[in-house]
């Protein structure tokens, strides 16, 4: 046995699989949650006007929305955006001097094998972005599945990472001028269902490797109950996303 194995905590065929369900969900369900991508989109815009970067070629996958796009493509440049974007494994060469990423990186079983193949995917002086739920993230809903569960729990939220964990993992990976931030969005809801129904329109749900059964009926009836507990006086719960980001460049050398 390898010392060094990368856990199997997620399933790769998972990960795809919900993120396809999720785009074919902005097509059909009427007014699909988009607010996680929508925030990652407009921090990507704030930081490169900030930061003046004006890149030839970028990867930016769609869910970041047309906003992103005009900017990319205001200086001539060019915008991949591929379907599906593979951390698990190398980019074929360094040619992107932009890389903008929403929520890919949140559910890889090596995060630190991502953000080297993220590095050397870049263009010397390239620049990336990548945007995540954190740690702190979905405790009603966290609250909820323990209650759902009562005395057996099972695994069904995802491990996220702790964003103090994050600058080590960026000097690890190589990454010149490394900065991480954190921030949240509050989003109050009148129902577990629809707090559900959001996380799959983002590609959010679970891609655990070993996946618990479905709640049975009075699994979710307890959840349900637990998640109304924290309802204020309107009778909406407050949910939290931590979202972390994470910036950094390739050095001018290549290194």
Do not use: C
């Amino acid at each position: 046995m390898q010392e060094n194995a990368v856990p199997n905590i997620f399933s790769e065929s998972r990960r795809v699989n919900r993120w396809h369900r999720s785009r074919r969900r902005q097509g059909v369900v009427l007014d699909p949650a988009r607010f996680v991508w929508d925030d990652a989109a407009e921090d990507m815009i704030e930081r490169l006007l900030f930061l003046r970067h004006e890149p030839d070629v970028s990867l930016v996958p769609d869910e970041a929305g047309g906003e992103i796009d005009a900017l990319l493509l205001k200086h001539g440049g060019t915008v991949d955006r591929r379907a599906w974007i593979d951390l698990e494994n190398p980019f074929a060469s360094a040619e992107y001097d932009f890389i903008g990423l929403a929520e890919h990186i949140g559910s890889v079983n090596d995060l630190p094998g991502a953000l080297i193949h993220l590095h050397s995917a870049l263009k010397p002086g390239g620049l990336a972005i990548v945007s995540f739920i954190g740690g702190a993230s979905l405790p009603r809903l966290r609250s909820a599945m323990l209650a759902a569960d009562d005395d057996r729990p099972a695994a069904r939220i995802h491990p996220m990472v702790d964003p103090r964990a994050a600058p080590m993992l960026l000097q690890r990976a190589g990454w010149k001028d490394p900065v991480v931030d954190t921030h949240t969005l509050t989003v109050r809801y009148s129902s577990l269902g629809q707090l559900v129904s959001d996380l799959r329109d983002q590609g959010l749900t679970s891609a655990l490797s070993d996946s618990a059964s479905p709640l049975g009926k009075a699994a979710l009836s307890r959840a349900n109950a637990a998640f109304m507990q924290h309802a204020d006086a309107d009778g909406k719960v407050a949910e939290t996303f931590e979202i972390i980001t994470l910036t950094g460049r390739r050095s001018l050398a290549g290194t």
